[in-house]
């Protein structure tokens, strides 16, 4: 699949060049002291046995999903773009700096990370969570908090402890803190695992609120019909590799599903909303 990969690097490092003129901003509406919009680019990314040479460009004002099947290297790739998992080869730049260059508490201001599940080893209070994203400006900007707690839909469970929420619940609380830090660029690792309907609409809907306001997200998942119904590209792994990249409509195509999947599968991205099947 030399031609397909080759393919898919191309239409990574071009993403989002058709959508330049959607974001005209500095900052994201109501961010006050946030960083300017950034641009995080991916060259040749390897880490030994889990990613080989993965390129990617996210820019401002998109929403990228990264699909793929268990051990395609989704969470490594998240993880080496927070700066968490150190490559073998390859680079990371924000606005053309290499990541590893940047001080911690700037990476940590730039780009807010949610990881595939939240713990807290104490009951504690959900703004008490939530004011942890404020970590990196060493402030508890009541504002900043105030406007995570409604963007992630957790307004209200203030006043609530985090061992009494449900699983979705705990999610919307999770990524409120990440919120907080009002971060440029949001890498989510399969933020609607396990959650039902209502709490996997929820969560995206927050996901595209976030990249229409300026910024950018990057979030890995396994549901492609939500992939399809809210994302703008699409990184589709396999082995490590990436297989194919662009819009829904040219990854989300049946042969290259099932060629990475090893099943069937029937795609309707014009059902409303899209519908895909593995058989």
């Not at 449900?166 to 990524?175: C, D, I, K, P």
């Not at 440029?184 to 969560?203: F, H, I």
Request: charge should be neutral; aromatic fraction near 4%.
């Amino acid at each position: 699949h030399a031609g397909t990969a080759d393919a898919a690097r191309a239409a990574a490092a071009a993403g989002g060049a058709d959508r330049a003129g959607r974001c005209a901003v500095v900052c994201p509406p109501g961010v006050q002291g946030a960083w300017p919009v950034s641009v995080l680019r991916g060259s040749g990314l390897t880490v030994e046995h889990r990613l080989s040479a993965v390129d990617l460009v996210l820019e401002p004002g998109e929403l990228v999903g990264v699909i793929g099947p268990n051990g395609a290297g989704k969470s490594t790739l998240l993880s080496v773009l927070a700066g968490l998992q150190p490559l073998a080869q390859g680079v990371v730049t924000l606005d053309q700096q290499p990541l590893e260059s940047l001080p911690a508490r700037q990476r940590a201001r730039q780009i807010g990370y949610l990881a595939q599940s939240g713990h807290s080893a104490w009951a504690l209070q959900v703004e008490d969570i939530v004011a942890m994203g404020r970590l990196p400006w060493g402030d508890a900007d009541a504002g900043a908090i105030a406007q995570a707690l409604r963007d992630s839909g957790a307004e209200v469970l203030r006043g609530r402890r985090i061992d009494a929420l449900s699983g979705g619940e705990q999610a919307r609380v999770w990524l409120a803190r990440v919120l907080a830090g009002q971060p440029q660029l949001l890498l989510a690792d399969e933020p609607v695992a396990s959650l039902d309907l209502y709490y996997q609409r929820a969560v995206m809907q927050t996901l595209r609120g976030f990249a229409d306001s300026g910024r950018s997200a990057l979030v890995a998942l396994h549901d492609l019909a939500l992939a399809a119904r809210y994302c703008d590209r699409l990184l589709l792994l396999a082995d490590g590799r990436l297989h194919a990249a662009g819009s829904p409509a040219q990854v989300l195509q049946a042969d290259l599903l099932q060629a990475v999947y090893g099943l069937p599968v029937q795609v309707d991205l014009q059902a409303q909303p899209p519908h895909i099947s593995f058989r």
